[in-house]
């Protein structure tokens, strides 16, 4: 089962290290990992998606409190979330694939951020599976480079991780 | 100590100087440790003070066992200091061996200055990368403001929750920065809050369960020594009238003499422990982990009409290798503590006709006499000497030892009555331990007596350290069950591998007697069971000399019972089956 967990960690040197070392240690697996400061620049926010048995997501969760500087975790797929990755696809964009880029652009609510004669690059955010699809959708033979951020989450409504 | 006035007046200290501070503060009695370029400053500083005693060992690696012995077998905290690069590397394999078995230990480490740090320095290496896995948790230190706050936290975290080792390392050019000194007073951190009261409700749901049980079993490990909680655990077994058994990391939690224990379980555990462990309906485990050595085959353990009772500080142990049906989460003392105050409360009994009818199969497997060995008049046997030990101290040394079969046999024939009197590496089974554990135990012991079991290829991992027993005159008992090979690793070729004994005979070994000898200390050599008495009584009255036995053995001589690798509890080889 896929899991994203949400992590608040102390924003101190080595602490993403420490996360990472966890899952590579315990065998664990990393499917995508975001982070980055929050509005509190002491603490950063930290999304990693992993799937594993229900067993392994415990002790996933368990081991990663135990870690000094994790301040909290919590497993969004508990409940229910907002899940959005960025995604920036340059694609090769000339003579008839021109205006079909254009249009499947549009269909994913696509931003063309940059244009030449010979390419689109294109913004899309989504969630993971929406920019599976953007992929799936265009000929794999014009796809010249792809860079995602990986999943961010966060709880709908009155769900709040804060300290 | 030198303080020097800053331009507005107040004292300034060098963090060397902090450094000795917050160990005085800290009420530390002895630091175990070895000089080199990057604490030198800190050396210095040592040099100057008279709060602590330091101990020079010979190798790094001796320095951090020496400081966790002392730990384990005092309610302290060992200390330890170490040099960059090759200092801290080989205090390495001390640090993971404390790691795994939950040992608060604080290492200070030395660095590179930060300025050099990543430019590929002398004796600079990555510490906090390298050391990440094994600790509890590590700082770099890059600013002397930070170093006292640092050494706080250091000493709180080692020592609450589930304990364990925290290294702190400190750039040279740190340790001779200066600033203001002040030893905070406490420490808060929003990310650590250890500990914790076990849950009222489960810890009801479990007296009630054990006193239902047919046929309870209490099992204990490390986490009743660790955390003091052998009274509350002899209270509550007497109260249930169950049997229980304890790891080889929770030996003398539980009196050894009692007619209650079982014994230990697991791989060389007792018949009548292993068997009790399986066939129980409530198993009651408290600070212990369901480690692969105590339980064997995880789906061989599991029984659908078993119920498990966990009491654990560390909520990562509990469900990680066996589902439980009642987890409490918490310092194993409180919640065994209010565990008896339900069952004083309730007025409630066991069932006593259960319990009668329990014992009777449990006697049954004890009459199995799963320990006996074959005497011999022409071989010592290596089993015969820590009985003897056992008898000429009346239970009552403090035994460390190291990892292979000398081990076993030190924990199945020495019948540890008092807890933190069994000094071992149980989760990281490093050879090389005993010595400078024995050393750690008897500098937190000075009037007791400290042997260590060992054998001859053990031992040779630190043998150096005699030289620092000479210099700091540390008069333990070295008890060498020599039999020429390496016998764990001998007993799985003999047993698995086709009697191809690669590798495992030791060829070229030194007279350890007159080793000893050219150490300074007294050594004797033992090659007939006749002298085993009068060699013990003899070196036990040497208060003041480390004496070295050096026990010729029986070369062939196996750990029984014995489960073999991925088996389950109830498959275990008997002596008597061979």
Same mark, same amino acid.
């Given at each position: 089962? !896929? ?14 290290? !420490? ?72 694609? !090769? ?15 994913? !609510? ?39 951020t ?6 709908r ?5 804060k300290? | ?9 107040? =004292?300034?200290?060098?963090g ?37 005693r ?106 609450t ?5 925290v ?41 009630q ?7 309870p ?59 009790a ?21 995880p789906?061989h ?5 078993r ?7 560390? =909520? ?5 290798r066996?589902?439980?049906d ?18 004083e ?90 010595? =400078? ?62 009697n ?14 007159k ?13 007939? =069971? ?5 060699a013990?009584?003899?070196a ?19 750990v ?19």
């Amino acid at each position: 089962m !896929r899991h994203i967990l949400s992590i608040l960690i102390e924003n101190e040197p080595g602490a993403l290290s !420490r996360v990472v070392g966890l899952f590579s240690a315990r065998g664990y697996n990393i499917d995508s990992l975001s982070v980055a400061t929050t509005e509190d620049t002491t603490m950063s926010r930290m999304t990693i998606v992993t799937h594993g048995s229900d067993e392994v997501i415990e002790q996933i969760t368990k081991q990663l409190n135990k870690l000094i500087e994790v301040i909290k975790v919590v497993d969004l797929t508990d409940g229910n979330h907002i899940e959005r990755e960025l995604m920036l696809v340059k694609v !090769r964009a000339a003579g008839k694939d021109r205006d079909e880029m254009k249009r499947m652009a549009d269909i994913f !609510r696509g931003r063309i951020l940059d244009v030449t004669d010979r390419s689109y690059t294109v913004e899309l955010t989504g969630d993971s599976d929406k920019l599976d699809a953007f992929i799936a959708a265009i000929e794999p033979g014009v796809i010249l480079e792809t860079v995602r951020t990986g999943a961010s989450g966060i709880g709908r409504g009155e769900r709040i991780l804060k300290i | 100590m030198s303080v020097t006035p800053n331009v507005h007046g107040q =004292p300034q200290l060098t963090g060397a100087e902090i450094v000795v501070r917050c160990l005085a503060e800290e009420q530390v009695e002895f630091v175990f440790g070895y000089p080199g370029g990057a604490v030198l400053n800190i050396y210095d500083e040592v040099f100057k003070q008279d709060k602590f005693r330091h101990v020079l060992v010979r190798h790094e690696q001796a320095a951090v066992h020496a400081a966790d012995a002392y730990s384990r077998s005092s309610n302290k905290i060992g200390v330890c200091l170490v040099t960059s690069g090759p200092g801290l590397t080989n205090a390495v394999t001390g640090i993971a061996t404390a790691h795994m078995d939950s040992i608060p230990l604080i290492i200070i480490s030395g660095q590179v200055p930060t300025h050099a740090i990543g430019q590929d320095a002398f004796q600079e290496c990555d510490t906090v990368g390298i050391t990440r896995p094994c600790v509890k948790h590590n700082f770099l230190v890059k600013d002397v403001r930070d170093l006292a706050a640092t050494f706080k936290k250091a000493f709180y975290i080692a020592t609450t929750g589930r304990p364990g080792p925290v290294l702190i390392d400190i750039p040279k050019d740190v340790t001779a920065a200066s600033c203001r000194f002040e030893y905070p007073k406490d420490v808060t951190m929003r990310s650590y809050n250890p500990g914790g009261k076990g849950h009222s409700g489960q810890i009801k749901k479990a007296a009630q369960l054990l006193l239902d049980a047919k046929r309870p079993m209490i099992y204990a490990g490390g986490g009743v020594v660790l955390n003091d909680a052998s009274a509350a655990l002899v209270k509550l077994v007497r109260m249930l009238g169950a049997p229980v058994t304890t790891t080889l990391m929770g030996l003398g939690g539980y009196p050894g003499n009692d007619a209650q224990y079982l014994g230990m379980p697991g791989m060389h555990g007792t018949y009548e422990a292993n068997q009790a462990m399986q066939d129980c309906d409530v198993l009651l485990a408290v600070g212990a982990r369901f480690d692969d050595r105590v339980i064997g085959n995880p789906s061989h353990f599991y029984r659908e009409d078993r119920k498990i009772i966990h009491v654990d500080i560390d =909520p990562s142990s509990i469900s990680k290798r066996v589902r439980v049906d009642v987890p409490i989460v918490g310092y194993v003392k409180d919640v065994l503590t209010e565990m008896i105050g339900v069952l004083e409360a309730s007025g409630k009994r066991p069932d006593a006709a259960a319990l009668t009818a329990w014992w009777t199969r449990i006697k049954e497997w004890q009459s199995r006499n799963c320990l006996k060995y074959k005497a011999s008049s022409d071989v010592i046997k290596p089993q015969f000497v820590v009985q003897k030990l056992f008898e000429l101290t009346g239970g009552d040394a403090f035994i460390t030892s190291d990892v292979g079969q000398h081990q076993m046999w030190a924990a199945q024939y020495y019948r540890f009555d008092k807890p933190r009197r069994w000094i071992n590496s149980g989760g990281l089974g490093t050879m090389g331990v005993g010595l =400078p554990y024995a050393m750690g135990v008897q500098l937190a012991n000075p009037d007791a007596t400290v042997a260590c079991i060992t054998g001859e290829a053990s031992i040779q991992m630190c043998i150096q350290e005699l030289s620092t027993c000479r210099q700091y005159h540390i008069p333990v008992k070295i008890i060498n069950l020599n039999n020429r090979y390496l016998g764990m690793v001998r007993q799985w070729q003999e047993f698995f591998y086709g009697n191809r004994y690669a590798e495992s005979y030791v060829d070229a070994l030194p007279d350890f007697a007159k080793l000893a000898e050219a150490y300074g200390h007294r050594g004797l050599r033992i090659e007939r =069971p006749g002298d085993v008495e009068g060699a013990l009584r003899e070196a036990l009255q040497q208060k003041e000399k480390l004496v070295f036995l050096d026990f010729i053995t029986d070369q062939t001589e196996n750990v029984y019972p014995m489960i073999p690798g991925g088996k389950g509890l109830t498959e275990m080889i008997l002596a008597e089956e061979l």
